[in-house]
Protein backbone atom coordinates (compact mmCIF):
# COMPACT_ATOMS: atom_id res chain seq x y z
CA UNK A 1 0.00 0.00 0.00
CA UNK A 2 1.31 3.28 -1.03
CA UNK A 3 2.46 5.64 2.32
CA UNK A 4 0.15 8.10 1.23
CA UNK A 5 -2.74 5.63 1.74
CA UNK A 6 -1.32 4.17 4.76
CA UNK A 7 -1.20 7.94 6.06
CA UNK A 8 -4.84 8.30 5.43
CA UNK A 9 -5.79 5.46 7.02
CA UNK A 10 -4.51 6.28 10.18
CA UNK A 11 -6.45 7.47 12.78
CA UNK A 12 -6.56 11.83 13.15
CA UNK A 13 -4.72 11.99 15.89
CA UNK A 14 -2.35 9.36 15.45
CA UNK A 15 -1.79 12.05 12.12
CA UNK A 16 -1.69 14.85 14.11
CA UNK A 17 0.33 13.25 17.18
CA UNK A 18 3.13 11.84 14.74
CA UNK A 19 3.55 15.16 12.96
CA UNK A 20 3.84 17.27 15.55
CA UNK A 21 6.32 14.67 17.36
CA UNK A 22 8.55 14.76 14.09
CA UNK A 23 8.48 18.87 13.92
CA UNK A 24 9.82 19.29 17.36
CA UNK A 25 12.21 16.81 16.51
CA UNK A 26 13.33 18.30 12.84
CA UNK A 27 13.75 21.84 14.69
CA UNK A 28 15.07 20.87 17.65
CA UNK A 29 17.71 18.21 17.67
CA UNK A 30 19.05 19.55 13.89
CA UNK A 31 17.40 16.86 12.27
CA UNK A 32 15.66 19.39 9.76
CA UNK A 33 19.35 19.82 8.44
CA UNK A 34 18.53 16.33 6.55
CA UNK A 35 14.84 16.48 6.55
CA UNK A 36 12.87 19.14 6.06
CA UNK A 37 9.93 20.56 8.16
CA UNK A 38 8.02 21.95 5.31
CA UNK A 39 7.62 18.60 3.59
CA UNK A 40 5.59 17.20 6.98
CA UNK A 41 3.35 20.50 6.82
CA UNK A 42 2.73 20.33 3.34
CA UNK A 43 1.75 16.81 3.82
CA UNK A 44 -0.51 17.69 6.73
CA UNK A 45 -2.25 19.71 4.76
CA UNK A 46 -3.07 17.63 1.97
CA UNK A 47 -4.22 15.24 4.46
CA UNK A 48 -6.18 17.65 5.84
CA UNK A 49 -8.08 18.70 2.19
CA UNK A 50 -8.50 14.82 2.23
CA UNK A 51 -10.34 14.57 5.49
CA UNK A 52 -8.48 12.74 7.23
CA UNK A 53 -8.40 15.79 9.77
CA UNK A 54 -9.55 18.85 10.76
CA UNK A 55 -8.22 22.11 9.31
CA UNK A 56 -8.78 23.60 13.03
CA UNK A 57 -6.76 20.51 14.76
CA UNK A 58 -4.15 20.95 11.69
CA UNK A 59 -3.33 24.18 12.17
CA UNK A 60 -3.25 24.23 15.94
CA UNK A 61 -0.58 21.23 15.56
CA UNK A 62 1.54 22.69 13.20
CA UNK A 63 1.73 26.18 15.32
CA UNK A 64 2.23 24.42 18.68
CA UNK A 65 4.93 22.51 17.13
CA UNK A 66 6.86 24.80 15.42
CA UNK A 67 7.21 26.95 18.37
CA UNK A 68 7.87 23.87 20.73
CA UNK A 69 10.68 22.96 18.34
CA UNK A 70 12.05 26.62 18.08
CA UNK A 71 12.01 26.68 22.22
CA UNK A 72 13.57 23.41 22.24
CA UNK A 73 16.30 24.40 19.71
CA UNK A 74 16.85 27.94 22.34
CA UNK A 75 17.13 25.54 25.50
CA UNK A 76 19.70 23.56 23.57
CA UNK A 77 21.49 26.59 22.79
CA UNK A 78 21.55 27.70 26.36
CA UNK A 79 22.71 24.47 27.69
CA UNK A 80 24.78 22.80 25.33
CA UNK A 81 26.15 25.47 22.76
CA UNK A 82 26.27 25.24 18.90
CA UNK A 83 27.60 21.71 17.97
CA UNK A 84 30.42 21.93 15.53
CA UNK A 85 29.80 19.01 13.48
CA UNK A 86 30.82 18.36 9.72
CA UNK A 87 26.94 17.81 9.51
CA UNK A 88 26.13 21.48 10.43
CA UNK A 89 29.54 23.36 9.24
CA UNK A 90 28.04 24.96 6.10
CA UNK A 91 24.61 25.67 7.55
CA UNK A 92 26.26 27.04 10.81
CA UNK A 93 28.19 29.46 8.68
CA UNK A 94 24.94 30.18 6.67
CA UNK A 95 22.91 31.07 9.85
CA UNK A 96 25.59 32.83 11.80
CA UNK A 97 25.96 35.00 8.80
CA UNK A 98 22.11 35.97 9.05
CA UNK A 99 22.16 36.41 12.73
CA UNK A 100 25.22 39.17 12.38
CA UNK A 101 23.53 40.80 9.96
CA UNK A 102 20.18 41.07 11.34
CA UNK A 103 20.43 39.96 14.83
CA UNK A 104 16.75 39.37 16.43
CA UNK A 105 14.96 39.71 12.62
CA UNK A 106 16.96 36.87 12.17
CA UNK A 107 14.88 34.76 14.39
CA UNK A 108 11.74 36.14 12.13
CA UNK A 109 13.70 35.33 8.41
CA UNK A 110 14.96 32.12 9.74
CA UNK A 111 11.90 30.08 9.95
CA UNK A 112 11.85 30.38 5.67
CA UNK A 113 14.69 28.42 5.43
CA UNK A 114 16.33 25.08 7.06
CA UNK A 115 18.96 25.94 8.54
CA UNK A 116 17.46 28.79 9.54
CA UNK A 117 14.81 27.42 11.27
CA UNK A 118 17.40 24.70 12.76
CA UNK A 119 20.51 26.94 13.66
CA UNK A 120 19.54 30.23 14.36
CA UNK A 121 17.12 29.55 17.81
CA UNK A 122 20.91 27.76 19.20
CA UNK A 123 22.82 30.68 17.93
CA UNK A 124 20.80 33.13 19.37
CA UNK A 125 21.11 31.24 22.31
CA UNK A 126 24.43 30.99 22.48
CA UNK A 127 25.49 34.49 21.60
CA UNK A 128 23.07 35.48 25.21
CA UNK A 129 20.06 36.85 23.06
CA UNK A 130 17.28 37.47 26.04
CA UNK A 131 14.85 34.81 26.27
CA UNK A 132 11.99 37.23 25.96
CA UNK A 133 13.42 39.35 22.64
CA UNK A 134 13.96 35.17 21.08
CA UNK A 135 10.23 34.71 22.39
CA UNK A 136 8.10 37.48 20.98
CA UNK A 137 10.43 37.31 17.65
CA UNK A 138 9.58 33.07 17.44
CA UNK A 139 5.95 32.72 18.45
CA UNK A 140 4.00 35.05 15.44
CA UNK A 141 6.77 34.07 12.65
CA UNK A 142 6.59 30.00 13.59
CA UNK A 143 2.87 30.66 13.67
CA UNK A 144 3.01 32.62 10.54
CA UNK A 145 5.38 30.38 8.38
CA UNK A 146 3.34 27.24 10.38
CA UNK A 147 0.08 28.33 8.94
CA UNK A 148 1.24 29.44 5.62
CA UNK A 149 2.60 25.59 5.48
CA UNK A 150 -0.35 24.08 5.73
CA UNK A 151 -2.78 26.13 3.91
CA UNK A 152 -0.39 25.73 0.76
CA UNK A 153 -0.69 21.88 1.43
CA UNK A 154 -4.27 23.00 1.87
CA UNK A 155 -5.45 24.67 -0.96
CA UNK A 156 -2.67 22.79 -3.50
CA UNK A 157 -3.49 19.11 -2.72
CA UNK A 158 -4.07 18.17 -5.98
CA UNK A 159 -0.72 19.78 -7.30
CA UNK A 160 1.32 18.59 -3.91
CA UNK A 161 0.27 14.92 -4.10
CA UNK A 162 3.45 13.54 -4.53
CA UNK A 163 4.81 15.33 -1.23
CA UNK A 164 2.22 12.71 0.85
CA UNK A 165 4.77 9.87 -0.30
CA UNK A 166 7.25 11.48 1.57
CA UNK A 167 5.79 11.97 4.75
CA UNK A 168 5.76 8.33 5.99
CA UNK A 169 9.65 8.27 5.30
CA UNK A 170 10.22 11.76 6.65
CA UNK A 171 8.30 10.72 9.69
CA UNK A 172 10.26 7.62 10.32
CA UNK A 173 13.63 9.01 9.41
CA UNK A 174 12.94 12.38 11.56
CA UNK A 175 12.78 9.99 14.73
CA UNK A 176 15.26 6.88 13.66
CA UNK A 177 18.36 9.55 13.56
CA UNK A 178 16.73 11.58 16.07
CA UNK A 179 17.31 8.31 18.42
CA UNK A 180 20.63 7.53 16.89
CA UNK A 181 22.03 10.76 17.48
CA UNK A 182 20.59 10.96 21.06
CA UNK A 183 22.78 7.84 21.82
CA UNK A 184 25.72 9.46 20.37
CA UNK A 185 25.64 12.25 22.28
CA UNK A 186 25.13 9.71 25.37
CA UNK A 187 28.60 8.55 24.36
CA UNK A 188 30.28 11.72 24.61
CA UNK A 189 32.14 12.76 21.15
CA UNK A 190 34.34 16.51 21.77
CA UNK A 191 31.97 18.64 23.57
CA UNK A 192 30.14 21.29 21.36
CA UNK A 193 30.51 25.13 21.69
CA UNK A 194 29.48 26.50 24.63
CA UNK A 195 27.78 29.40 25.35
CA UNK A 196 29.46 32.94 24.13
CA UNK A 197 32.27 30.70 21.89
CA UNK A 198 31.00 29.99 18.62
CA UNK A 199 31.13 30.69 15.40
CA UNK A 200 28.44 33.46 14.78
CA UNK A 201 30.99 36.22 13.22
Known amino acids: MPVAQWLGHLPGGWVLALTGL ?4 EAGLLVGLMIPGTTLLLTLGILTQLGVVPLAASLATAV ?3 VLGAQLGFWRGTTTGVPLTRLVERPLGRAAGLVARHGGRAVVIG ?7 NLVPRLAAAGRMPYKTFATAVVPSGALWATAMVLIGYTQAAAL ?3 AGLA ?5 VVL ?13 SPG ?3 PGRHPAR
Open 192 to 194: PAR
Open 161 to 163: QHY
Open 176 to 188: VVALIWTARRRGS
Open 64 to 66: AAT
Open 168 to 172: GPCVA
Open 111 to 117: HWSSFGR
Open 22 to 25: AMVI
